[in-house]
Every structure is written in C-alpha cells, then in structure tokens.
C-alpha cells in the first residue's frame, strides 16, 4: 500500500530572525500514517510553530522535515495544500456565505458532503437554525458568527478538503467536554483513517492517541501513550495534575 500521510521531522531546529534563541530545538520525531499523534505542552511552547513548519510557513534553519518521504522544502505549493491541512488556532473566514467557506479547499463538494462535515464537526445545528441554511451570508473574519461556531465552521472545511494528513491546532479547547468527545468519537470515520496531529490543552482530548508528544521550551521531553507518560513524564505528570 502506497504510503499516505507519514511526516517525519529530523533534528528540526527554528528561531524566529533577529530572535536570540530558537523557539523549535532538534526535534526528531515521526507521525505515522493513519494514526493519531497529540502535541501537548504549556503556552509559548512552540506548538503552533511546529504545525506551521509542516506547513512551511517557514523554513527551519537545521534538519528536515519529510512527507511521505519527499522534504516539503521541495513540495509545490499545490502538493503540499493537497497533502495536508490546517484547522488555525484562530480560523478565519472570509466574506461569502456558510457554504462558500466550507468549499474553500474543495470547490467540488456537493451540498450533502457539506452537511456531513457540518454533522461530524458538531456544527449542523447551529447552521440549521440560520435562515438561509448554507447560504446564511458571513462577514470579512467571520465576525457574525460566534467564536466556537467559527471553529466549528473551520474543522467542517478541513473535513470537506479530505486532506492527507489533518492537523488540529487548539480547535477543541473551546468546546464543551461532552462536544469534544462526540466530535472527537466522530472523527476517523469522517476523515477515513488519515493521519490526524490535534495539539490539546485538555488532557482528555487526547488519552487515546497513539502517540503524544509532550514540547516544553521548543523541545520534546516526553513522548508515548497516555499510560506510558503517566508512568515516565515528570512533565506530562504536571500537565494531568493541573
Ligand atoms: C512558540 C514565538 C512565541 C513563543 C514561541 C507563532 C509565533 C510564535 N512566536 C513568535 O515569535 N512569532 C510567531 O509568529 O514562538 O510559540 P507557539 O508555537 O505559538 O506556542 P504554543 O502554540 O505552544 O502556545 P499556545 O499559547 O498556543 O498554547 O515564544 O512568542
Ligand atoms: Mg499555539
């Protein structure tokens, strides 16, 4: 089977220009393909910039980050929005309607699908209750919409993408614990066993990932199960107690 979705980041270290210290310092580490990985750690950790350099939002200035093998330094823009995609710790949306901003990564997507992803993304409801539906008109930044339905909004577009690898930043911090865990129960048949990053600041978003990497400082100093860090974490011990 052909390999989708693996990423692997070796000895990775980034700092922002003109900053004195790298916010990203020799991270080594590989997703697996289909398989959930969780990033956890305090704020300023450099969750976020981890996500971003998948992305390529920047270049790190050492090691290499790889894709299915192929460094995403040498991706076309194109192969790399096909390959994997964001949920942005503050989505954005842009002046159209509710269903223009759920095709935004797949112009092709039937109304049906775009109810799926609303289904799934927890997000149906509240969309069901707007007068015109999926024509409901939304404002440049998505400012007549709350901030949990944005980001409701925002995970049902990446759902509607279908990209390789889905990578969650934040996006259900701010939802409920019965919401998360219905959309979190939701989640691999939606996005049908791809490979799924969700960074958390809820522990119990992510006890069942297959792997959880704990940053602290730009470093990774904890990673396995929820089990395996329970028993070997002084970190991830702290995040559990807090
Ligand atoms: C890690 C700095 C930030 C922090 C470190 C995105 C971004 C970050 N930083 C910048 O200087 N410029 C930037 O554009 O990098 O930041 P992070 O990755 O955003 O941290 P996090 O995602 O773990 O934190 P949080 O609060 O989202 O949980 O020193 O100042
Ligand atoms: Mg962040």
Redo the contacts with the bound molecule.
């Keep these: 089977t052909p390999e989708r979705g693996r990423i692997e980041f070796s000895g990775v270290t980034f700092g ?1 220009p003109g ?1 004195e210290t790298p ?1 990203v310092k020799d991270a080594s580490f590989v997703v697996e393909p289909g398989k959930t990985t969780a990033i956890i ?10 996500l ?1 350099l998948m992305l390529r939002l920047y270049d790190p200035q050492q090691g290499t980050i790889t894709i299915d093998g192929a460094p995403v330094s040498q991706l076309t823009r194109e192969q790399l929005a096909d390959a994997i995609g964001l949920v942005p ?1 503050r989505p954005y949306l842009f002046a159209g309607t509710i269903a223009s901003n759920l095709r935004f990564g797949r112009s092709g997507a039937t109304e049906e699908e775009l109810w799926e992803a609303l289904r799934v993304a927890q997000g149906e409801d509240f969309v069901k209750a707007k007068e015109l539906g999926l024509d409901e008109p939304v404002s440049q930044g998505g400012t007549s919409v709350s901030g949990g339905q944005r980001q409701r909004l925002s995970i049902a577009r990446l759902l509607v993408a279908r990209p390789k690898v889905y990578l969650f ?2 996006s259900f911090s701010a939802l409920d614990v019965a919401t998360d865990a219905r959309l979190r129960a939701a989640l691999p048949e939606a996005t049908q066993g791809a490979t799924t990053i969700i ?1 958390a ?1 809820r522990v119990s978003t992510i006890t069942e990932a297959d792997q959880i990497l704990v ?1 602290e400082a ?1 470093e990774i100093v904890g990673r396995g199960t929820h089990d395996e860090l329970l028993a070997s974490s002084d970190v991830y011990q702290e995040i559990v107690r807090s």
């Design positions: 922002f900053a916010v750690g305090s704020t300023g950790a450099g969750k976020t910039v981890l971003n710790q930043d934040d960074v600041q940053i730009g």
